[in-house]
């Protein structure tokens, strides 16, 4: 199945419990759209949130997050890894 990173920018001051939340939101609906959220990391002072995911397509991941409250405002699919 494909990976995907994604970045959200507006998240400034954002902490552990938040991204726990947020996380959560997202992993709680998964399923929905044949989604596997693997993990995230976050920069609370640039506002910066990645997440690191499994699915289908990058509009699925985008659906996912969207009802979870948290659009992305980008996604890449991860083509090469090491």
Not at 52 to 78: F, T, W
Request: glycine content about 6%.
């Amino acid at each position: 199945m494909p990976k995907f990173m994604d970045v959200h920018t507006e998240m400034k001051g954002i902490d552990r419990d938040k991204l726990v939340e947020a996380h959560k939101a997202d992993t709680d609906i998964e399923d929905s759209e044949g989604v596997r959220f693997l993990q995230a990391w976050a920069d609370p002072v640039s506002g910066k949130v990645f997440c690191l995911s499994e699915g289908p397509n990058k509009e699925a991941i985008q659906r996912i997050h969207e009802r979870a409250g948290h659009k992305a405002d980008e996604i890449y699919e991860i083509s090469l890894e090491v």
